[in-house]
T-cell receptor
Framework: GENVGLHLPTLSVQEGDNSIINCAYS??????FIWYKQESGKGPQFIID?????DKRQGQRVTVLLNKTVKHLSLQIAATQPGDSAVYFC???????????FGPGTRLSVLP | GAVVSQHPSRVICKSGTSVKIECRSL??????MFWYRQFPKQSLMLMAT?????????EQGVEKDKFLINHASLTLSTLTVTSAHPEDSSFYIC????????????FGSGTQLSVL
């Protein structure tokens, strides 16, 4: 089933610092991973993706790292800005079709 | 870039009425779309997978007759909440899978359903 939680983990960072958001995934056969940003009352916004044949991918101010050995995914945001404040979700696509399973989410708060 | 349009963004209805939510992929064809439900401060819960030209695949615990899904074209999937009740109040989100060389999953902006 999907991950459900009553309280989102929260990460607070100072404006200008780097942020690292972590995600543990469950299926060792997952082949595709995505990070999303969701602001209050809005749908998730695609940030960056990575396939299982890669261990690192960089975008604008964001980097995704994939460690298949320990089934861990991370999102690094450089020079965090107030506009980065949101809930971040990781998603994995497993070997059971094209369904994506979402992590519980992490709330990022950027302090002035 | 690719865009998924979801309408309406907010709907308030009386208990017992039906509500239809539309999800459109604007610049790509999507044979597969997904419908999610999200409660406050929680992650997305997959309700069903919508397949163009065939019946939707529902997740365990999701009532097929309650949440009707129609994917009549490669750019449109609809979710109808039939005989809505207050417990159906939630944030509903759709997504569309763009396949091909640059495969990506894009989301709609969500629909906040409030049933009085």
């Amino acid at each position: 089933g999907e991950n459900v939680g009553l309280h989102l983990p929260t990460l607070s960072v100072q404006e200008g610092d780097n942020s690292i958001i972590n995600c543990a995934y469950s299926n060792s056969a997952s082949d595709y991973f995505i990070w999303y940003k969701q602001e209050s009352g809005k749908g998730p916004q695609f940030i960056i993706d990575i396939r299982s044949n890669m261990d690192k991918r960089q975008g604008q101010r964001v980097t995704v790292l994939l460690n298949k050995t320990v089934k861990h995914l991370s999102l690094q945001i450089a020079a965090t800005q107030p506009g980065d404040s949101a809930v971040y979700f990781c998603a994995e696509r497993g070997n059971y079709g094209q369904n994506f399973v979402f992590g519980p989410g992490t709330r990022l708060s950027v302090l002035p | 870039g690719a865009v998924v349009s979801q309408h309406p963004s907010r709907v308030i209805c009386k208990s017992g009425t039906s509500v239809k939510i539309e999800c459109r992929s604007l610049d790509f064809q999507a044979t597969t779309m997904f419908w999610y439900r999200q409660f406050p401060k929680q992650s997305l819960m997959l309700m069903a997978t919508s397949n163009e030209g065939s019946k939707a695949t529902y997740e365990q615990g999701v009532e097929k007759d309650k949440f009707l899904i129609n994917h009549a074209s490669l750019t449109l999937s609809t979710l109808t909440v039939t005989s809505a009740h207050p417990e159906d109040s939630s944030f509903y989100i759709c997504s569309a899978l763009r396949t091909g060389g640059d495969e990506k999953l894009f989301f709609g902006s969500g629909t906040q359903l409030s049933v009085l």
